[in-house]
């Protein structure tokens, strides 16, 4: 199992930016495929987007073009760039990670966007 530690998230206006961070406890090099999901009150948690080992990367129709998921090895970290963000982002946001076949939750970061 890997404890993932998720931070960045906060209160936004509409249209402002913020930048989600996760850090393994294991190397990233070990984790086959890292990223976000979110939950917002009375919904279903659902994915926005997840960063394979090789790089692929795969987003949520909702946040296409204005969220990017990357990697940086060197500081162990996958980062959420939320750009233009919108109220209906408002949700807790969970750092997700599959190692070795088993999925890995973090706790959550609030990411709330509010004028």
């Known amino acids: 199992q890997v404890q993932l530690v998720e931070s960045g998230g906060g209160l936004v206006q509409p249209g402002g930016s913020l930048r989600l961070s996760c850090v393994p406890s294991?190397?990233?090099?070990?984790?086959?495929?890292m990223g976000w999901y979110r939950q917002a009150p009375g919904k279903q948690r659902e994915s926005v987007a997840y960063i394979t080992s090789v790089g692929s990367t795969n987003y949520a129709d909702s946040v296409k073009g204005r969220f990017a998921i990357s990697r940086d090895n060197a500081k162990n970290t996958v980062y959420l760039q939320m750009n233009s963000l919108k109220p209906e982002d408002t949700a807790l946001y969970y750092c997700?990670?599959?190692?070795?076949?088993?999925?890995?939750w973090g706790q959550g970061t609030q990411v709330t966007v509010s004028s």
């Open positions: 294991t190397s990233i090099f070990n984790i086959a495929r």
């Open positions: 997700n990670a599959w190692l070795f076949g088993l999925e890995n």
